[in-house]
């Protein structure tokens, strides 16, 4: 069964500070996404990661996957408010899609 | 404009009712997905299919069931028999088994609560 594990799980963080969220997963899987939830939302795609070694940034975001270690970071540098919202990964297995738990992060001035 | 719609937005139920949540999408796409999210947690995987007439349970299957008629479609039941039913409901679809990207789509959710 597809496992796919998150921390922090909750982050506050102050404004202008760097942090890195961490996803780990079960299975074989070169397929990883992040989405960004705000409060009673629904879920909205921010990076697909195809392959390993890719990188990808917006803003003050950037992902990456390690498909050897099973891992996808999610960078976040120089916070901002804006930032504040839920962030999951989710694994694609066979179209088996499974997510993290989230990170609820909260940036403070 | 394509998406997912999902209704209704906000549902009441008394126990013991069984109630039916709508999910069309004008994607074209080929899988759907139905996740539970209960507050401060994540989503957790009901029901998915791939194809027009089948589908698979997830994580969470019992007390739930799907039907998968036509493409567009997706309805979820919550039966009486899911013993803790409120929750928020998140319908989703994806191009299905391709290469490449395959990104979730999601709707605007249901969110459900029992009396």
């Known amino acids: 069964e597809l496992k796919v594990e998150q921390n922090p799980l909750f982050l506050s963080m102050q404004e202008g500070k760097n942090y890195t969220i961490y996803c780990n997963y079960s299975t074989t899987s070169d397929r990883l996404y992040w989405y960004r939830q705000d409060p009673g939302k629904s879920l909205e795609s921010l990076f697909v990661l195809l392959s390993n070694g890719a990188v990808k940034q917006e803003g003050r975001l950037m992902a990456s996957l390690d498909t050897k270690a099973r891992l996808s970071t999610l960078h976040i540098t120089a916070a901002v408010h804006d930032l504040s919202a839920t962030y999951f990964c989710a694994v694609d297995a066979d179209d088996d899609m499974r997510f993290g738990a989230g990170t609820r992060l909260t940036v403070k001035p | ?115």
Request: net charge positive; aromatic share 12%.
């Open chain 2, 1 to 115: 404009d394509g998406g997912i719609t999902q209704s209704p937005k906000y549902l009441f139920r008394k126990e013991g009712q069984n109630v039916t949540l709508s999910c069309e999408q004008n994607l074209n796409h080929d899988a759907m997905y139905w996740y539970r999210q209960d507050p401060g947690q994540g989503l957790r995987l009901i029901y998915y299919s791939q194809i027009v007439n089948d589908f698979q349970k997830g994580d969470i299957a019992e007390g739930y069931s799907v039907s998968r008629e036509k493409k567009e479609s997706f309805p979820l039941t919550v039966t009486s028999a899911q013993k803790n039913p409120t929750a928020f409901y998140l319908c989703a679809s994806k191009r299905g088994r391709t290469s490449g990207a395959n990104v979730l789509t999601f709707g605007a959710g249901s969110r459900l609560t029992v009396l």
